[in-house]
């Protein structure tokens, strides 16, 4: 048997790529069935509008994928903190059905993005897009200024056919005269935001008593300075008088209100309880509170 | 027995030049995007960021190194074990051209942006198409080769060959497939989970058959013939040959551990990672066995180190890889630096260290000369293994540290680091990075400028060699 096949190649080739198919049916074909079970499908998933398609050629056409991934494990660290407040904001097959070609990644060399729609405002991804280390000192991420230019949308119809996604003439008449900028942000403001787990995370409340352990505390002061120019700064400003986001320098509200707000964010603020924890988050609280003089 | 026979090794002469000049593209370009990575004012968008010149660095590193120099040394080792000249010379002609022609395209195109954004399929359907047209090409003129052979018996190399002649096609095909838009833009046939699972089918079967494979092939072609002395094992060589080809294919799944895929396809995935030491090693031992009695050409032959710091890297890359596949390790370093650590022991350890020993064994023998100096073929030897150790083991270490803090929490649940200050841990082992990849690019120079200097001092005109017929 052997000895054939040692001197037979066309039986050769055919009994390997027998071999090679029997684990390519197994694993690669069979599979399509489970992936396709109707019953993951999840209802607020929509396919993309014009827009949001345009901006995700962008990010295809500009490889971002190649350092950002978009699924959450489900991960103690990687839920906390991608999908900050839930415990099974994990990513789920229903949210990429529309997703051709799916953009997992392979490498994080910057943050997953599964979860970053509704994160933080329009203005802080144009801020951000345009020159990174402007908000986030230490980044490594190369500066995308150019997309301010003007969105090809020549193709942008077509495109929604090939994938058979349904449009109105209004949403393609709001495609023209958009910028790339425009239409990449669009995009990151879907990921992750048609499923529930958002809502569910935003609508748990706090446990546990709201009582700043640090009041008096002067060595809580310098590290709460620190924590507010790494997290803080980048949308309120260097001296906190408003940015993206308001001023911080008269705050007259309760310090309880103002570490539920950092914990679990609020409008266009995101979370920051996931990733900084309660003691870090009452140290802001006391520095911002020693900043509008009076607590 | 001595069978005159002639062969014609244009084509390897070609396709060794060029994949050697794509392979220095390939370094040039790591560099660069390694020094981006520390430098972000380094990348010049559009046409030269991060984003679009990584795939440029991996398509030409193993499409047009890896995948070239294969072609070069499968037209020459072919026609030696087959002791029959090559099926069509002129077709083998051709397939350079068009083989330089895709890979130029494949670079112009990756930094314009179009791109189907698959890791190592990135390419757009128009040249996917030409891709295709290249391979059955070259899948028949070597094939056809094989059936017109004198000799009966095929050596494990030329099984090696078959099966990545067969599995390559049946890999690109699939994962390739798209709809097209316009002549620049396409959309991938499936969608989400089920897209991802075909991607690291392919992905990882790639490295089945575009990085085990081919330079098995090599390997057990060059090691009796620099040695000496014959393969260990003809049985094991053939234990591992249908074992390796069986359990690849049920693989994919281990890069996508955690995801949305099902889990039991992880869990196959998983398994048969495990299982894959077995044949790999089985090919690691052949190599040791062979050298039983043999350890002290380590000292006397420059080729030897190639070969056996090659097949002992893909030893350690065989049982990294699977201790990568199991769930819990995954969890840990998945995402992290450690691949790219993991990824370039496999690809500057084991292939490019086996493709340089081919290298160096073919130029003097088709252009009938001698190596021009066997001193800095020793000092490519310690610099590319020095600049790729202090690549993956910064990587590996970086991984470790990352991973750890990504995953610190504090006693009340939350996590204690944020991801920006994890990733300013990163810039010293980047800059450790870095430099492991220029001193891997001096080793190519000093590599590249030996070759030149070997080429010129020998024979330029003849088209053919006349060979004798031992093999």
Redesign the interface.
């Known amino acids: 048997m ?1 000895d054939l096949l ?2 037979k ?2 039986i ?2 055919l009994l ?2 027998l ?6 049916a ?3 074909i069979a ?2 069935t ?3 079970d109707p019953s993951l499908k999840i209802a607020g998933v929509k396919p993309y509008t014009p827009l949001q398609l345009e901006g995700r ?1 962008i990010y ?8 950002h ?1 978009q ?1 959450v ?6 839920v ?2 991608y999908a900050p407040g839930s415990t099974d904001g994990y ?3 229903g ?17 997953d993005l599964a979860r970053i729609g509704g994160k933080y405002p329009d203005a802080w991804h144009y801020k951000h897009m345009a020159d ?2 402007s908000m ?1 000192p ?9 997309m301010r230019q003007p969105l090809d949308s020549s ?1 942008t119809e ?2 929604m056919k ?2 058979g996604f349904p449009y109105t003439p209004a949403e393609l008449e709001a495609v023209k005269g958009k910028t790339e900028m425009d239409a990449l942000v669009a995009y990151l403001q879907k990921l992750g935001n048609d499923i529930p787990w958002r809502k569910a995370a935003a609508a748990a409340p706090l446990v546990g008593e709201l009582k700043n352990p640090y009041t008096d505390n002067a060595s809580a002061l310098n590290e709460g300075k620190l924590l507010v120019s ?2 803080c700064a980048q949308c309120h400003g260097e001296e906190l008088k408003g940015g993206i986001g308001p001023a911080l320098t008269s705050l007259a509200r309760p310090e309880g209100e103002i570490f539920s707000t950092i914990f679990k964010g609020r409008g266009g603020m995101p979370a920051f ?7 870090k988050v009452w140290k802001i609280v006391t520095y911002l509170g020693s900043r509008t003089g009076k607590k | 027995m001595s069978v005159k026979a002639s062969y014609s090794d244009d084509a390897t002469k070609g396709f060794l030049t060029w994949s050697i000049i794509w392979g220095l593209v390939a370094v040039l370009v790591g560099v660069l995007i390694s020094f981006q990575l520390v430098f972000p004012q380094l990348n010049i968008p559009p046409y030269l960021s991060y984003g679009r010149l990584r795939p440029i660095h991996t398509n030409a590193a193993i499409f047009g190194w890896g995948i070239g120099s294969f072609m070069a040394m499968f037209y020459y080792i072919t026609q030696r074990l087959t002791k029959c000249p090559i099926w069509s010379p002129g077709l083998a002609r051709f397939q350079l051209w068009l083989f330089n022609l895709v890979i130029i395209l494949a670079a112009v195109s990756l930094a314009m942006g179009y791109t189907q954004s698959k890791e190592y399929a990135e390419l757009e359907w128009p040249i996917d198409i030409l891709v295709v047209i290249l391979w059955v090409i070259f899948a028949l003129n070597i094939f056809m080769t094989i059936m017109k052979r004198k000799e009966e018996q095929m050596y494990v190399s030329l099984w090696y060959i078959i099966a990545t002649l067969v599995g390559v096609a049946v890999l690109y095909l699939v994962n390739s497939a798209a709809i097209p838009v316009s002549l620049f833009k396409s959309y991938s046939a499936y969608a989400g989970a089920n897209d991802a699972n075909v991607q690291w089918w392919y992905g990882h079967n790639a490295v089945a058959m575009v990085l085990t494979t081919p330079p098995l092939a090599i390997f057990y072609y060059l090691l009796p013939k620099i040695t000496g002395v014959p393969i260990y094992s003809h049985r094991m060589g053939i234990i591992a040959f249908w074992s390796l080809i069986f359990m690849y294919l049920w693989t994919g799944a281990h890069h996508l551990l955690w995801t949305p895929v099902p889990d039991w396809v992880q869990t196959l995935a998983m398994g048969f990672s495990i299982l894959l030491i077995a044949p790999s090693w089985a090919s690691v031992f052949n190599g040791y066995f062979s050298m039983n009695g043999q350890w002290h050409q380590m000292r006397d032959n420059y080729l030897v180190k190639f070969l056996v710091f090659g097949i002992t890297f893909y030893g350690l890359q065989t049982l990294q890889g699977p201790s990568q596949a199991i769930r819990t390790f995954s969890a840990f370093i998945h995402y992290t630096d450690w691949v790219p650590g993991h990824v370039h022991m496999g690809a500057l350890g084991w292939v490019s260290l086996v493709l340089f020993a081919g290298v160096y064994y073919l130029i003097p023998r088709i252009y009938e000369t001698e190596l021009y100096s066997v001193k800095l073929a020793n000092a490519h030897f310690w610099l590319a293994v020095s600049g790729q150790l202090i690549y993956s083991i910064s990587m590996w270490i970086a991984g470790i540290q990352q991973a750890t803090m990504l995953n610190a929490t504090n006693a009340d649940g939350s996590l204690h680091y944020t991801f920006m200050e994890s990733l300013a841990e990163m810039y010293p082992y980047w800059h450790m990075r870095a430099g492991g990849g220029v001193i891997y690019l001096v080793s190519l120079l000093i590599f590249i400028y030996n070759i030149l200097k070997t080429v010129n001092s020998g024979s330029s005109g003849s088209q053919t060699v006349r060979a004798t017929g031992a093999v």
């Open positions: 052997l040692e001197k190649p066309v050769l080739l390997s790529a071999v090679i198919m029997i684990g390519t197994v694993t690669m599979p399509f489970w992936i396709n050629d295809v056409r500009e490889g971002c994928n190649n350092c991934t699924t494990r489900p991960l103690v660290a990687d906390a903190r990513s789920k097959v949210e990429f059905v529309y997703d051709q070609p799916h953009l997992w990644g392979s490498r994080r060399t910057g943050p990174p280390q986030v230490k980044s490594n991420m190369p500066g995308y200024a150019f193709l077509r495109k090939a994938l790494q997290n309880g996931d990733t900084l924890g309660r003691e």
